[in-house]
């Protein structure tokens, strides 16, 4: 084999151009590994921190679910506490609604009464009334009615009678109201007649005759009631 010194420029040139390719191959495959090895760690970094971003979305997503939940349970208990108030209301409204009518009927003044079939002989005489239909207040005795609270008060009374040119005056304490008379054919006499006053406590009002041997039909009546 011949020396270097001995070699010719051509075959000088091949081999440094041989050596050449051989470093260049082995720095370029060395580039690409190292390309190769960042490209992996990149992908690596990459999947990591997709992984992380998707726990940290499925925490949240679990922590709004059980804030939700938690909303839904006050919300339900609201509206629970809502419709049992509205349920004691409306129990409260009818009961209110009952008491006010029992007050109201308890308290209401008035009364109404038949008069019985009676010859009344004197004009002094007080005209009785019985059978009592209606006493609210307890204020009629069947003579006379007591004012148990003042107001204005409405009293009327009807007649049937076979006596002529008689009737029935409507009284207050001693003054005469209002006269219901009664004349013409003795064998169909009717009257009637209505009297609005101012009653004060313990004033009364009652009936009496206009004249002597006044007859009183059974079928009559007195009616009494507060009005304001």
Same mark, same amino acid.
């Given at each position: 084999?011949?020396?270097p010194?001995?070699?010719? !420029?051509?075959?000088? &040139?091949?081999?440094?151009?041989?050596?050449?390719?051989i470093?260049g191959?082995? &720095?370029?495959?060395?580039?690409l590994?190292?390309?190769?090895?960042? #490209?992996?760690?990149?992908?690596?970094?990459t999947?990591?921190?997709?992984y992380?971003?998707i726990?940290a979305? $499925?925490?949240?997503?679990?922590?709004? $679910?059980?804030?939700?939940? =938690?909303r839904? =349970?006050?919300?339900?208990?609201?509206?629970? /506490?809502?419709?049992?108030?509205?349920?004691?209301?409306?129990l409260?409204? $009818?009961?209110?609604k009952?008491?006010?009518?029992?007050?109201?009927?308890?308290? #209401?003044?008035g009364?109404?009464?038949?008069?019985? /079939?009676t010859?009344y002989?004197?004009?002094?005489?007080?005209?009785?009334?019985? !059978?009592?239909?209606?006493?609210?207040?307890?204020?009629?005795?069947?003579t006379?009615?007591? &004012?148990?609270?003042?107001?204005?008060?409405?009293?009327?009374? /009807?007649?049937l009678?076979?006596?002529?040119?008689?009737?029935?005056?409507?009284?207050?304490?001693?003054?005469q109201?209002?006269? #219901?008379?009664?004349?013409?054919?003795?064998?169909k006499?009717?009257?009637?007649? /209505?009297?609005?006053?101012?009653?004060d406590?313990?004033?009364?009002v009652?009936?009496? !005759?206009l004249?002597?041997?006044?007859?009183?039909?059974?079928?009559?009546?007195?009616?009494?009631? =507060?009005?304001?």
């Amino acid at each position: 084999m011949d020396s270097p010194t001995n070699m010719t !420029p051509f075959v000088k &040139c091949l081999i440094f151009a041989v050596v050449c390719l051989i470093i260049g191959g082995n &720095c370029g495959d060395h580039s690409l590994d190292r390309r190769t090895n960042i #490209a992996k760690r990149s992908d690596k970094n990459t999947y990591y921190n997709i992984y992380s971003k998707i726990n940290a979305m $499925e925490k949240d997503l679990k922590n709004l $679910e059980t804030k939700l939940l =938690k909303r839904t =349970k006050m919300l339900r208990q609201v509206l629970q /506490s809502v419709i049992e108030m509205d349920s004691n209301l409306g129990l409260s409204d $009818e009961n209110l609604k009952k008491e006010g009518k029992l007050a109201s009927k308890k308290n #209401a003044v008035g009364f109404t009464t038949k008069l019985p /079939s009676t010859t009344y002989r004197s004009t002094s005489s007080i005209i009785r009334g019985s !059978p009592i239909l209606y006493n609210g207040g307890n204020a009629y005795n069947g003579t006379v009615f007591t &004012c148990p609270s003042p107001g204005l008060y409405l009293f009327d009374v /009807s007649l049937l009678s076979i006596t002529k040119n008689n009737g029935i005056w409507i009284y207050k304490n001693s003054q005469q109201l209002t006269l #219901a008379w009664a004349g013409g054919d003795p064998q169909k006499n009717g009257a009637s007649v /209505s009297a609005a006053v101012w009653l004060d406590v313990g004033d009364q009002v009652y009936l009496r !005759p206009l004249r002597s041997s006044l007859y009183i039909d059974g079928n009559s009546a007195f009616t009494g009631v =507060k009005i304001n």
